[in-house]
């Protein structure tokens, strides 16, 4: 079990950047592949970002692609979400997620309660 608690979201401007964090409690960290998730209004939960267990992989949506990197400290138990470029479309509760198998192909197991980021123009 992982208990995951973003932060670092926000009212922003578009074209500005912003890093959100999600610090994991814990001593396994290092056994969950981690990712991010996004819910815009009125909208499901849509895949962002992933990485692997020791960060050398990471996959992006297309939306996000160029513009998003994910990344992971083991020794901190915590994985970022540095977002460039921000554009009115990200706005979007922003959720971070981990499994022990894959955070792509089918729902994580498990959730944060998510970090609003409001992007405005």
């Known amino acids: 079990q992982v208990q995951l608690v973003e932060s670092g979201g926000g009212l922003v401007q578009a074209g500005d950047s912003l890093r959100l964090s999600c610090a994991a409690s814990?001593?396994?960290?290092?056994?969950?592949?981690m990712g991010w998730y996004r819910q815009a209004p009125r909208n499901g939960r849509e895949f962002v970002a992933g990485i692997s267990r020791g960060g050398s992989d990471t996959t992006y949506a297309d939306s996000v692609k160029g513009r998003f990197t994910i990344s992971r400290d083991n020794a901190k138990n915590t994985v970022y979400l540095q977002i460039n470029s921000l554009k009115v479309e990200d706005t979007a509760i922003y959720y971070c997620?981990?499994?022990?198998?894959?955070?792509?192909?089918?729902?994580?197991?498990?959730w944060g309660q998510g970090t609003q980021v409001t992007v405005s123009s």
């Open positions: 997620v981990a499994d022990r198998n894959t955070v792509v192909r089918r729902t994580p197991n498990y």
């Open positions: 814990g001593r396994t960290f290092n056994d969950y592949i």
